[in-house]
């Protein structure tokens, strides 16, 4: 694992509760439904920067992916999908990484407790300019 990968790990959670992520949730009026050609859909839950303890900034995208949390082969698929339809959207000031978060979270809760369980997908920009998911040695598509 890259230092990138194993310093977002270990700091990820702590850096999130630290740190504001400055995410934005969609407006109220947009659709924050994704849907792929393979005919999986995602619901875009927030977006914006992420940061490191070392104060390096990547982007967060979180989503719900409607595959449960614990598919982790089925969510790996999912993953790459929105990886694909997001990725065209960072390529002009690409971050040195980027953070896919698949939560059961909705982007518009219901009133009251809501409880949410994720699992993180780590993309990471190489020097070969070529991005791989962390622990993959075959550059993302």
């Known amino acids: 694992m890259s230092r990138v990968g194993l310093?977002?790990?270990?700091?990820?959670l702590a850096v999130a509760s630290s740190r504001s992520l400055k995410?934005?949730?969609?407006a109220q009026d947009s659709q924050p439904l994704v849907r792929?050609?393979?005919?999986?859909?995602?619901?875009?839950?927030?977006?914006?920067?992420?940061y490191l303890a070392t104060g390096q900034a990547g982007f967060l995208i979180s989503f719900q992916p409607f595959v449960a949390i614990?598919?982790?082969?089925k969510l790996r698929v999912v993953a790459g999908e929105v990886w694909t339809?997001?990725?065209?959207?960072?390529?002009?000031?690409?971050?040195?990484?980027?953070v896919l978060q698949a939560t059961t979270a909705r982007s518009r809760p219901t009133l009251g407790i809501q409880q949410a369980h994720g699992y993180n997908f780590?993309?990471?920009?190489h020097a070969d300019g070529k991005w791989y998911f962390v622990n993959?040695?075959?550059p993302s598509q």
């Open 122 to 125: 780590v993309v990471e920009r």
């Open 85 to 98: 339809w997001l990725r065209p959207h960072l390529d002009s000031n690409p971050p040195p990484f980027a």
């Open 36 to 50: 792929f050609a393979s005919g999986d859909s995602v619901e875009l839950i927030k977006s914006g920067p992420i």
């Open 136 to 138: 993959e040695t075959k």
């Open 7 to 12: 310093l977002l790990v270990g700091a990820a």
């Open 70 to 73: 614990e598919d982790t082969l």
């Open 23 to 26: 995410a934005q949730t969609p």
